[in-house]
């Protein structure tokens, strides 16, 4: 890929209302552009790596037994109504009408159409379980949208829903669930803990939060020193010294980036918008529910929280933009840069990404904007070149190595 062609429109100055540096990173980098408070295009760069996690999301769900739909954004009142959210979700709720004058509501979340949804098929125990899910943009009218994608009013989320029988098999739901969300963390290399939290606007009876750790995060972790005890100090506002409520060690704080939570519903929904099923005994009874998010878009500045030093950005190799950036000194039209092609060429045969820095700027302003596009290796098309030799550099361990143009052809990045 020629980098000219990819469309990174970067910023010459840094961005002066950008607070952290992953959102300094997304704006000056050309990775999004705000359109209004809260609100952003991902431009390519950010939507190749926002497809990666979203991916990766996949095969771990898909892997358990889940399964992706795509339940429309437009919601009607009536189902809010049923629910009882229509009022209780309050100002966050993004309202609208139609030309009838008709209410609508752009989902926030989507317990209500899932619920619809389900309620027409299973209502024998013989159709039960199902763990449904999709990925799609949420609308929140967040009182302070602030730090770029992590809390925006229109933002990406995966939802999971589970549908059980009984108690025993939505706890089994839940552990698997949540052994994928474990999974999936390891998979975008995020340093994370996982609290008791408090279960908000969804309700429910108890939840999980996945917090990726970190400085600037919104959230406060109270654990203890000794033990696993871990939660969200809006559900135990426990101060650093105090004793640990399971008796063990004493309490510390750290900060956190709440990019999942997971919740044991019950029938909070299936009760008052009567999912019901015919269970083996003959008996009707509420459906018993689980959700799970995951906040998508929110998850690719928490990566790049922990994935930059100085603004300078290095990928995780499993959601990186590109795993290889060429970077000729020579400008277009010389042997070298005819070099840079066919080495880009042979690697793309071989399935790498790779992006080919194809402007006519010096190796100063290449390097700099490939600091913050963050790819793992680096293939610099310099003086020896005539001599048939390249410098590969490896971003992670800094090592850097002369290869000559058939190593780097077959080299394994
Ligand atoms: P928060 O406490 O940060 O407002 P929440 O508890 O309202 O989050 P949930 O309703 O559990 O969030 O939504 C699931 C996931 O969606 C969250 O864990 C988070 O990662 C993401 N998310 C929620 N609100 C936003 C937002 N405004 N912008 C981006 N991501 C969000
Ligand atoms: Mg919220």
Redesign the pocket.
């Known amino acids: 890929m020629k980098q000219s062609l990819l469309f990174i429109p970067t910023l010459r100055d840094m961005p002066k209302d950008a607070e952290i540096s992953s959102h300094k990173i997304l704006l000056k980098g050309g990775y999004i552009k705000q359109q209004v408070a809260?609100v952003y295009t991902y431009l390519p760069l950010a939507y190749r790596i926002i497809k990666k996690i979203e991916n990766i999301i996949r095969e771990e769900l898909d892997k358990i037994g889940c399964s992706e739909l795509l339940m429309p954004a437009l919601q009607t009142k009536d189902l809010w109504v049923e629910s009882g959210r229509w009022d209780a979700y309050g100002k966050e709720l993004m309202r609208l009408k139609d030309r009838h004058d008709r209410e609508f509501c752009l989902g926030?979340?989507h317990e209500e159409v899932i619920t619809s949804v389900v309620r027409d098929y299973a209502k024998s125990y013989k159709k039960l379980p199902l763990a449904l899910y999709q990925i799609q943009t949420?609308f929140?009218d967040?009182f302070r949208?602030r730090f770029g994608?992590?809390?925006?009013?229109e933002?990406?989320?995966k939802?999971l829903y589970t549908f059980s029988t009984n108690q025993e098999d939505l706890d089994q739901w839940y552990e698997k669930i949540r052994n994928a969300y474990i999974c999936i963390m390891d998979r975008l290399h995020l340093k994370y803990r996982i609290v008791n939290?408090a279960s908000?606007?969804?309700g429910g009876k108890s939840s999980e939060?996945?917090m990726v750790l970190c400085d600037i995060g919104?959230?406060t972790i109270v654990y203890s020193d000794s033990s696993d005890f871990a939660s969200n100090y809006e559900l135990y506002p426990l101060e650093v010294g105090a004793p640990s409520p399971d008796g063990m060690g004493t309490i510390k704080h750290a900060k956190g980036?709440?990019?999942?939570?997971i919740?044991k519903l019950g029938t909070k929904y299936s009760e008052p918008m009567s999912l019901t099923f015919i269970d083996v005994d003959n008996s009707k009874k509420p459906v018993i529910m689980g959700c799970y998010?995951?906040?998508v878009?929110?998850?690719l500045m928490a990566i790049l929280e922990q994935h930059n030093v100085d603004l300078k950005v290095l990928w995780p190799k499993s959601v990186a933009p590109f795993a290889i950036h060429i970077l000729p000194v020579d400008k277009q039209g010389t042997d070298g840069f005819k070099l840079a092609c066919e080495i880009e060429e042979t690697l793309e045969n071989r399935k790498y990404e790779v992006i080919l820095d194809d402007r006519n700027e010096s190796l100063g302003v290449k390097l700099n904007d490939a600091d913050l596009i963050g790819c793992m290796y680096r293939i610099i098309i310099g003086r020896k070149a005539k001599d048939g030799i390249l410098e590969l550099k490896n971003m992670e361990t800094n090592e850097i190595q002369e290869l000559t143009i058939d190593d780097i052809k077959n080299y394994q990045y």
Do not use: Y
């Not at 994608?149 to 009013?153: I, K, N, S, V």
């Open positions: 809260g926030p979340t949420k929140r967040e949208p994608l992590m809390r925006g009013r933002f990406i989320m939802d939290a908000g606007q969804i939060e996945f919104e959230d980036i709440e990019v999942g939570h919740f998010g995951i906040g878009s929110r998850l």
